[in-house]
């Protein structure tokens, strides 16, 4: 891709930006978010049209307007959201759009051996008669895979590819990428998470505003020198100091003793958890996708029906039947999936801000739009927030300063409990140890933060105190950070 | 090739044609509406047929033939007479109705004709006219609101038809007599007094008789709707096997009673009688799907309704009330109507011939 | 400027309707004024010469009645007589003529207006054998007031019946509107109409006491029936939320049921007033209470009722939209209810409410209908629900919810109300009538696309 440019009512979101893969090579393509990466594979996806530049292939100038100029170029893109039917089968996914003929009946033995020697290709074992609906996230990934496969594809680029996935998952996702790396194929990856672009990538190409800024052979290239490229500043350290003075609760003080959760159960994947956050520290609730980490914060925020046990708050049992009563209690949440959960899209991020809030600005029934806002901007000035305005749609924000409006929301609440579900999901490194600091400042002010991560490094780097789940069960806590080990936490993540 | 935006202009721009040419030809007549004498005086010369002003019809449904035949031959009178008729479709809804008289007030017609969608909700929108000074005259169907003035109506005498249609069930019957299902339409007015009729005549029969009685032995709704009407009938077939006559409160649900008498091999069992004399009724009397019917006289009602006008802006007498008898339109009516000689139909099935005949001498 | 049409496209396509409208209804208008009558009796006065002798001639309406007194006052204060003046009908005027031509040895002229010039008694024809019977009025000449050019939809009393004749439509709309934000959609308000008005009408003449009803009995009787379409809108609401039924499948279930219950109390109505013996038919229940009236015909200020109940619903609505908590929830449970229900509003409380007001809309609308119609109509609001969903979506909400403007649905409601009053103004037949609809529905969607990109 050469000078390739793109502007959007207000953004100048690509400028004469260049990107080379070449056969066999593994691209990392890096950037803080809004600097431009997900417009760029758009546009090498045919969903947008570049104003200008040109894409090669083999030399050779292709004209990519529409989703299917860019397949028959050879370039399969794999979205974070993948483009898969539930409804249907495996085979069935792969080869849509593929049917020989309108009416013709579709081979299906054959469709199904096709699939068979795709999975073979990439060396896994997947049943192509499978319902798409019932695989896990990773093997969804693999079905994009095989249909970008399918389709001859000679370069496929991964969008956060392993955002969704659990650490072995991950590493089932490497295996991948080199196998199809030896098959001549290039990729293009897309990740925040650097130890895995030290781990497969050969080159890396660095945006950063919507501007090339570098593309370098990894060799020469260190972690520090890496973030500093994306972020166009030095950063002294990942993760924030932990404070100097200890907790301000301990247990004999009941009043400030935080939130104590006995003998949680609910729904198939939550069956007897019991922990408790004391004011003043950040307590990391960590175990493989699918121990229960999300499920026993939404029971506890109240998002899904408790079967059994207690929350009580500074010992006070709370009686939680909804957000809502959870809310009013002092307990909020930061869910991981922001787009789905967090916020509301379609509608402004000051009416985002406010919907919890609403009590707050409310005199005589009428809602003060001039206290609301300006409590927003107080917000966005101490959060740093990227808005246009009050107005801008929630939608057009990037992951980071999304993320950003819902911890303003909640912090106006001024939540006693407040519980980050993998706090730092999709976005990208500066963000990162902004978001960081702020839970540190929190936690300062003696609030007591349950954090969800699976990313161990997080984990280590921000926690006070580990409690690892396994299968809905507690299996193990870590008083003393300084002793855990990504080791020992998967130690007890897989008892 | 073409940016998104012109796409989208292409797009917007198809639909303004289909919205143009759905009213341009229409919009060029009402331009023409503003007629009318010239300045302040217009005591000059006269012209073959000078322009007298609009007249509006709100019709009751212009999908039923029957008010479409009044329209039209309302628009043709008017013509002849210096008027302009203003058609308006009330699709049976008496609020659709009120807004076609407030429009015809505000456009300052000459005369309001309508057929009440309701015949009681329609008085407050009837009164309007009377304080704007608008004559109303009302045609087919009656207004029964009090206090609203309504200076003429034209329709037909449906209690005599429906006595009409009693007597020919008696004759189709004969002395056997047997068991008869109504297709009724209860909402109007007209239809009940059909009813009224053909029950009254059927209760003289019976009256001193031993055997050969005709009952009624079902009244279901046959919304005056071929689809409804087949619907009722079919049911009634099940409920009532030795049924032998329908009375049809007009032709479209009388077709509709064939179709299901077809359905279930009943056709040479059971008699129709409709109502109306519309040219699909007519056809299907030739055909011998229907007995007979008291046909109804729909281009009289338009012309009389116009010539009422002319007298009324004359300031002559004329008949405030003018209910038209109906009459008896039979198969040998038929072979002589020349309506249906410009149309050619299919020579009727032999069956279907023979069974009106044995029915035309019954034991 | 890209933007600007973007955000207002239907306030400019309303704007270009009427501008389009006023053109192609361009003609003469006829004035009918006190100020008219003056003039034509000026115009009289100065056409002859001696103590000249008039009739005036116009129909029995409240504005005639001032016109030709008008003119009489002119005509006397002038120095000439008024011989006769008529107020009544085409008759009336006949006779009226051959009584002064028979009486009076002269009579110069009449003085009308437009509407009653077209009588036939008036036209020089008519005039000329009349006079060969009654020689008085042989060299009688016809005045009215000079005519002027104006696009008759561009007259007060033409905006203000569109208006006015679509005001229910546009209430019914407002519950439409938040139902449709919520993502959901309500197909139960025809018939909830129809279902308010029956009740209405049977509990006036039944429990208000009939044509002695007072404002108390009236209002409770309004309240009974709002009550019991409210009540059905919060079982669909409940439908919608807890049993989690398709709003579409509720909604249209309710649609028949309750056009069914406004049939049985019609016709049972009915046959009750028979006595009880025969079956009633499907027929109006008759208001008697004359006051009841005042709501769907009556005007303050000068402006219909209807509209100002409108108008006043429409500004309650926006500013509950816009300015409280349950607006701003209502917005965000339809943009995502699941985040929604994450940051601590009350979804099902909010839905409930939604179809509740939608439901009471549609029943404040049938009691309008009633009250125009003197009468609860079991058939009313026949597929209004179409209409009104044409109306919501014209207006700019989307379907996908979350978005939507009070006032864009007035406005859209309008547009559909002012391409009808036209199309009926010029005689398109309703069949053309549903095409142009058709297309307008989707022209509007495709704007609302073009609004996103």
Known sequence: MRGVDKSFPGVHALKNVDLDVEAGDVLALLGENGAGKSTLIKVLGGAHRPDSGVIEIDGRPMEIITPQDSQRAGIGIIYQEFNLIPAMTVRENIFLGQEPGRVSIVPAGKERRRARELFDRIGVALDPDALVRDLTVAQQQIVEIAKALSLDSRIIVMDEPSAALSPREVEGLFRIVDELKSQGIGIVYVSHRLDEIFAICDHVTVLRDGTYVDSKPIGELTRDTLIELMVGRKLADEFPNRAVAKPVATDDNEVRSGLTVSNLVGGPKVRDISFNVRRGEIVALTGLVGAGRTEAARLIFGADKREAGTITLDGKELSIKSPRDAIASGICMLTEDRKGQGLILNRSVLENFGLPNLSRFTVRGLIQQKRERDAFQAYVEQLQIKVSGPKQRAGNLSGGNQQKVVLAKWLERDAEVIIFDEPTRGIDVGAKFEIYLLMRHLVEQGKAILMISSELPEVLGMADRIIVLHEGRVTGEIEDVKLATQESIMDLAVK | ?363 | ?453
Not at chain 3, 238 to 244: A, G, I, N, S
Request: aromatic content about 6%; charged content about 15%; overall charge negative.
């Open chain 2, 1 to 363: 090739m073409l940016t998104r935006s012109s796409r989208w202009m292409i797009a917007m721009s198809m639909l303004g044609l289909l919205f143009v040419t759905g009213c341009t030809p229409k919009d060029e007549e009402s331009s023409g509406t503003g007629s009318g004498g010239a300045a302040s005086k217009s005591d000059g010369g006269t012209a073959a047929v000078e322009s007298r002003g609009t007249i509006g019809f709100s019709a009751l449904t212009l999908k039923n033939p029957f008010f479409k035949i009044i329209a039209d031959s309302m628009t043709e009178a008017g013509k002849t007479n210096g008027f302009e008729v203003l058609v308006n479709d009330a699709e049976r809804d008496v609020n659709e109705q009120s807004k076609h008289i407030d429009n015809y007030i505000a456009q300052g017609v000459a005369a309001i004709v309508l057929n009440p969608a309701d015949r009681i909700a329609i008085g407050p929108a009837i009164r309007k006219a009377n304080e704007a000074g608008i004559p109303v005259f009302t045609c087919d169907l009656q207004c029964a609101a009090e206090d609203a003035k309504v200076d003429g109506h034209i329709g037909t005498d449906n209690y005599q038809g429906g006595r009409l249609a009693g007597d020919a069930m008696i004759e189709a019957l004969g002395d056997a007599g047997g068991e008869v299902l109504v297709l009724h339409f209860k909402q109007a007015n007209s239809c009940v007094l059909r009813v009224q009729g053909f029950t009254e005549v059927l209760a003289e029969h019976n009256k001193d008789r031993e055997s050969g009685n005709i009952t009624i032995v079902s009244e279901l709704e046959g919304g005056g709707l071929t689809d409804e009407g087949f619907k009722s009938t079919s049911d009634a077939l099940q409920a009532h096997q030795n049924l032998r006559g329908i009375f049809a409160i007009n032709d479209p649900s009388a077709l509709g009673a064939w179709t299901a008498l077809k359905q279930a091999k009943k056709t040479d069992q059971v008699t129709i009688i409709g109502f109306d004399g519309q040219l699909d009724g007519k056809r299907a009397i030739l055909e011998g799907k229907i007995y007979a019917d008291p046909i109804q006289f729909p281009k009289q009602m338009g012309v009389v309704s116009v010539q009422n006008i002319v007298k009324y802006l004359d300031g002559e007498d004329y008949e405030k009330v003018e209910l038209i008898p109906t009459a008896i339109y039979k198969k040998a009516d038929a072979e002589k109507d020349p309506d249906l000689q410009k149309t050619p139909t299919p020579a009727p099935a032999p069956g279907e011939v023979s069974l009106i005949q044995t029915f035309k001498s019954p034991g």
């Open chain 3, 1 to 453: 400027m890209k933007r600007f049409i973007a955000d207002n496209g239907s306030i400019i396509v309303l704007l270009a309707l009427c501008a389009y409208y006023s053109v192609v209804t361009l003609g003469e208008q006829h004035p009918n004024t006190p100020a008219a009558g003056q003039e034509v009796a000026a115009a009289i006065l100065k056409d002859s010469s001696e103590q000249v002798t008039v009739v005036v001639i116009t129909r029995d309406t409240v504005q005639d009645r001032a016109y030709s007194e008008a003119v009489r006052a002119a005509i006397e204060t002038g120095g000439g007589t008024v011989l006769a003046v008529v107020n009544g009908a085409p008759t009336d005027a006949r006779l009226a003529l051959e009584q002064v031509g028979g009486a009076f040895s002269r009579v110069d002229a009449i003085a009308t207006n437009h509407s009653a010039s077209g009588w036939g008694p008036l036209k020089p024809q008519k005039l000329k054998t009349t006079a060969d019977k009654f020689p008085g009025i042989s060299g009688i000449k016809v005045f009215k007031p000079q005519s002027y050019t104006w696009p008759s939809f561009l007259t007060r009393e033409n905006l203000v019946n569109v208006i006015n004749q679509n005001a229910v439509i546009a209430i019914i709309a407002i519950g439409m509107t938040l139902v449709i934000i919520t993502a959901g959609i309500d197909l139960s308000v025809g018939s909830l109409l129809a279902l308010c008005g029956v009740t209405t009408a049977v509990a006036i003449q039944q429990m208000a006491g009939g044509a002695d009803a007072g404002t108390i009995g009236l209002l409770g009787a309004c309240l009974i029936g709002t009550g019991v379409c409210t009540l059905c809108g919060i079982f669909n609401g409940v439908m919608v939320t807890w049993f989690r039924v398709p709003a579409f499948v509720v909604t249209l279930a309710m649609m028949m049921v309750a056009r069914g219950l406004a049939l049985i109390v019609a016709v049972q109505y009915q046959s009750a007033l028979l006595g009880g013996g025969t079956e009633g038919t499907p027929e109006a229940v008759r208001i008697e209470a004359a006051a009841f009236g005042w709501l769907g015909n009556g005007a303050t200020f000068g402006i219909p009722n209807p509209i100002l109940l409108m108008l006043a619903l429409y500004v309650l609505a926006h500013i509950t939209m816009t300015k409280t908590s349950v607006g701003r929830y209502i917005y965000a449970v339809g943009g995502n209810p699941e985040a929604a229900r994450l940051s601590g509003v009350p979804v099902f409380g909010v839905l409930i409410l939604v179809y509740a007001i939608c439901g009471a809309m549609a029943g404040l609308a049938g009691i309008v209908d009633a009250s125009r119609f003197e009468g609860g109509r079991p058939n009313a609001g026949e597929m209004y629900e179409l209409q009104v969903i044409a109306a919501v979506v014209v207006g700019g909400t989307s379907l996908a919810g979350g978005e939507g403007r009070i006032f864009g649905t007035l406005v859209g409601a309008m547009i559909i109300a002012v391409i009808q009053n036209g199309l009926n103004m010029a005689g398109v037949a309703s069949y053309e009538q549903k095409c142009v609809f058709g297309g307008l529905i989707l022209a509007a969607v495709l704007l609302d696309r073009f609004k996103r990109k």
